[in-house]
């Protein structure tokens, strides 16, 4: 095999993830386990809605050759459900030809343990107790945020990606959230030339970044080809604290394609025209907002990342 599971940019997804789940979900909460799984055996064969990471997982999966060893990404589901009432999302996978063939059913457990057994660089779920302990305990890890966003039909995959709390630790989020704007500046023009520590998706990145070489290698090949992966830097950061941004991605020999040091300027006015299709941020601030034009991703790390959370 050309690609083991450990070569492979994996992202691990619950199905309350890529299918939107809020018709069972109902009849769980209102009715019981047993007419949950009732509507379940009696929807089989529907098709489940499009979820918040369903652009962005299709696109992903597209990034793949037909050639068998020319398959770099990997998705794989993890789900709440058992085998049984899980069939549903399995023939909405397959009718979708989304291409994923390894599922793990933990009748109601946490899936997030297994992430490391599929060598995953991300798991995405709608499930805010799962992030909160995967990231405990050092797994990459995001809640997506629901949301009224039309995608779009270009073949493209953009992903967006806050800097603090996201990609980087958030050592320097501490000094802005404890000190202040003024100290936090001064202190990161002193630090401009220190990396900062990775944070919990800067492996996502890794992977990205290995996938847009493969893709700039083909288009060498095939000068007909042209590269549809695309990241971005999406930050409240601005000069001088911009300068520790591209030092921490220059120590980790990483590029991005785009980025946006706004100053703490409202997020979505780049959102909404670089449309991307997910968005990662830290703060619920951000994400939030975010969320209704944009697929948005909230990753609750960090001294800032906790506020304003909703309980459940």
């Not at 009696?42 to 918040?52: C, D, I, K, Q, W």
């Not at 039309?150 to 995959?157: K, W």
Request: proline letters at 7%.
């Amino acid at each position: 095999m050309a690609y083991p599971i450990e070569d492979k940019l994996v992202v691990a997804v619950a199905s309350s993830a890529l299918f939107d789940l809020s018709q069972p979900d109902e009849v769980f909460r209102t009715q019981g386990e047993e007419a949950y799984r009732a509507h379940q055996r009696s929807h089989e064969h529907e098709l489940l809605p499009a979820g918040v990471a369903y652009p962005f997982v299709k696109r992903l999966l597209s990034l793949n050759g037909k050639d068998p060893g020319d398959r770099p990404v990997e998705v794989v589901l993890l789900s709440r459900n058992d085998p049984d009432t899980g069939m549903r999302v399995m023939r909405s996978i397959e009718a979708l030809d989304l291409g994923i063939e390894r599922a793990v059913f933990t009748s109601g457990r946490a899936p997030w343990p297994f992430l490391p057994s599929f060598n995953a660089s991300l798991f995405l779920t709608a499930v805010r107790e799962d992030v909160r302990e995967a990231l405990q305990l050092g797994h990459p890890a995001g809640c997506v945020l629901h949301g009224d966003f039309q995608d779009n039909i270009d073949a493209e995959l953009r992903i967006a990606f806050d800097f603090d709390g996201v990609l980087a630790d958030d050592a320097a989020e501490r000094v802005y959230q404890e000190e202040g704007l003024e100290r936090f500046q001064e202190t990161e023009k002193a630090r401009a030339s220190e990396a900062l520590n990775p944070g919990p998706l800067k492996r996502l990145l890794d992977g990205l970044s290995t996938v847009q070489r493969l893709e700039k290698a083909r288009r060498d090949r095939d000068p007909d080809y042209v590269p549809r992966l695309r990241t971005a830097i999406v930050t409240a950061r601005s000069a001088p604290a911009l300068e520790r941004v591209i030092t921490t991605l220059r120590s980790w020999n990483l590029r991005v394609d785009q980025s946006f040091f706004l100053g703490g300027m409202d997020k979505r006015r780049v959102l909404d025209v670089w449309h991307p299709h997910i968005f990662f941020d830290d703060q619920m601030s951000h994400a939030g907002p975010a969320s209704a034009s944009t697929p948005s991703v909230h990753v609750p790390f960090g001294i800032a990342g906790m506020r304003n959370v909703p309980a459940a």
